[in-house]
């Protein structure tokens, strides 16, 4: 049997893959998110995801057969890659930045299989539309600690959710794990994705 290993510390990423039928084992990377500084964002969160999932397969204490995957997310805006704020003041300056505008959180994803050697990547991105806030709302929002915790300073699933108008492109992908694309990215390494239900 075949272990699915999360190398990841989102609650997010591990919930919506729990929801969706699949309990990984955890295994968090660890890895420096700030030694790519600089890259374009599509490639900064796959390169993120290539570096936190090979970490976790260099591992010695991993199941025997497993298949690992490792994420990253980063929401584009202006050109340039955001992650997580890096404080209340960040996270205000961003809002006042993307309220009533767009950009694209592009999540890396990066899936090894630990017996074959196997190992497939590939960035899902999704458009993600803002409503013009108010200062008001920014700071009421901010000042519940939760923007700080996720990349793009928001969420759509969570306090955010009303502060997102709408996206084009995958609903999980946006909160941390595009879950077609872990299905095709599974196919890609001989995995079904339906043979990892009730495991755990
Ligand atoms: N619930 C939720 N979480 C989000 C959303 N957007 C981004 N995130 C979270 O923001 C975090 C992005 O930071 P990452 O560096 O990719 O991941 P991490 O949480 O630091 O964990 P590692 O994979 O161990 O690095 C992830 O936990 C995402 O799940 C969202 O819309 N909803």
């Not at 997310?73 to 205000?92: H, R, T």
């Not at 009533?100 to 196997?118: F, N, P």
């Not at 306090?159 to 992908?173: Q, R, S």
Request: glycine share 12%; charged share 20%.
């Amino acid at each position: 049997m075949t272990t699915f290993v999360l190398a990841s510390a989102s609650p997010a990423r591990l919930a919506t893959l729990r929801k969706a039928g699949i309990d990984p084992q955890v295994v968090v990377s660890g890895v420096d998110e700030d030694q790519l500084d600089g890259l374009p964002p599509i490639e900064l969160a796959l390169q993120l995801a290539q570096l936190k999932c090979a970490a976790v397969v260099a591992r010695d204490d991993l199941p025997e057969g497993a298949v690992v995957l490792g994420c990253d997310s980063v929401l584009e805006l202006d050109g340039q890659a955001l992650g997580k704020p890096d404080d209340a003041a960040d996270a205000i300056n961003r809002w006042q930045a993307m309220r009533g505008r767009s950009g694209v959180l592009h999540t890396g994803h990066a899936l090894t299989d630990t017996v074959t050697g196997k190992t497939v990547s590939k960035t899902a991105s999704t458009i993600v539309h803002f409503a013009d806030v108010t200062d008001a709302e920014i700071a009421a929002y901010v000042a519940t600690g939760e923007p700080l915790y996720v990349a793009g300073a928001f969420t759509v699933d969570g306090l955010g959710g009303a502060f997102v108008t709408g996206i084009e492109g995958c609903h999980h992908n946006v909160v941390g794990v595009s879950l077609p694309l872990v299905r095709n990215l599974l196919a890609e390494i001989g995995h079904g994705w339906t043979g990892f239900w009730k495991q755990g």
